[in-house]
DNA sequence: AAATATTAAACAAACGTTTGAATAAATCAA
DNA sequence: TTGATTTATTCAAACGTTTGTTTAATATTT
């Protein structure tokens, strides 16, 4: 029963603080939006910033890639890999978009610093990770010479930017403004299909093609 | 003098809030900052939120794109056009890294409501803006038949993802926690072209490459 | 001498957190 | 199962700080 509350009040916690800001968001506030005493946070959690360490923790597998299982397939090639981690990437930060947005804030925000350099850290790990994918492409003569950190700051970047404002996508997508449009799986689909389409272009020489 | 004094702040201001979000910086750590009493924020700009109103309003121009300007030289062609977008895009959101921080902050929060719907038009009226150039680009049988808005939210969004945290960059780069990636001239160099091929390859058909 | 700028001190409100009593749940001897 | 006892949860109220803001006196410019 009690982690079940613990769940109910660090899940209104990531939409709060997604869309207020930690400083922003108020114990009592979130007391209130969960239906919960004020103390209950204190009684749970111990503080507002262990709440967060809770939640990270919580949160742990969601932010780690899917890389290494990838790596120990060795039927896939490297475009196999790239498609398959681009898949991977939209799917989980358009479904956990609150989450992802409370994550893109703690990490330009240096106040909490166990947390920033934490988060830092974890993305930078990442992106090398997915950029060696890339890399090894190009030793192969599969893809390009392309700058493959970049490469991979651009897709994560490309996901990133729609996530970051939902009001801007509904008015792009001429949707109102109440609509929800991470959930909306064609729209999901519109985004892996772009990210895809233009990384092909970007990589792959162009004997690949076809056509 | 007291135009001095004010942007002072303003700076001060736009440097913490981009780091410690608007919540986050208290007036006092404001005011400690820049080396002013703590009633002066209010006696220059009567609030908290209205420092916030005014920093918008003072970079107003930044926000501006070029687009109405590159859009009555005619001797341009669409390609020309978005790769100047794409260098003006890079230098104006490295050259004010801070500044954009603290703008996508805002975005991001929806608890300064005006500011919040604000931002989100303006950056959604750019988008727009951009897209209908590369719409131009396809009619014309130039470039492929891309997602034009989605291929706008890549550019910004890898521009972006870069911005967000200074210490991936450094990261990446090898550097040390403390170099400032935005103000290096080659990386912003290396951005730019890396951008600019990978919008290439996305947007031109294979017959307009010279190989 | 009038207007502007600066200051330390004080203001009420909101903050995260703690308390101690009240209630509910779980444990266990009979 | 029962009733007793311990443990876990919930709550309203209060704690000391920090918050944004105002005040009224002082200093500086005009």
Redesign the pocket.
């Known amino acids: ?2 982690v079940d ?1 613990k769940a109910h009040i660090m899940n209104h916690a990531i939409a709060l603080f997604a869309d207020r800001g930690f400083e922003g ?5 979130l007391a209130h939006e969960a239906g ?8 749970y959690f111990g ?3 262990k709440l967060v360490e809770a939640i990270l923790d919580e949160k742990a597998s969601y932010m780690k890639d899917r890389i290494e299982e990838l790596e120990s397939n060795a039927s896939l090639s490297e475009l196999d890999k790239i498609d398959a981690l681009i898949e991977d990437y939209v799917n989980r930060i358009l479904s956990g978009a609150s989450f992802h947005k409370f994550l893109y804030k703690e990490m330009m925000d240096t106040k909490r610093d166990v947390i920033h350099s934490f988060l830092n850290k974890s993305i930078a790990r990442n992106t090398r990770n997915f950029a060696a994918i890339i890399q090894r492409g190009i030793d192969k003569k599969m893809f390009k010479e392309v700058d493959p950190i970049l490469t991979v700051t651009s897709i994560i970047g490309s996901i990133s930017q729609v996530v970051v404002s939902k009001s801007m996508c509904n008015l792009l997508l001429s949707q109102p403004e109440a609509n929800e449009p991470y959930t909306d799986e064609k729209f999901k689909q519109r985004l892996v299909t772009h990210i895809k389409s233009m990384i092909h272009a970007h990589l792959l020489v162009e004997s690949s093609n076809h056509k």
């Open positions: 029963m009690a509350k968001t108020s114990i009592r506030d919960v005493n004020v103390a209950m946070v204190n009684y503080s507002k910033e």
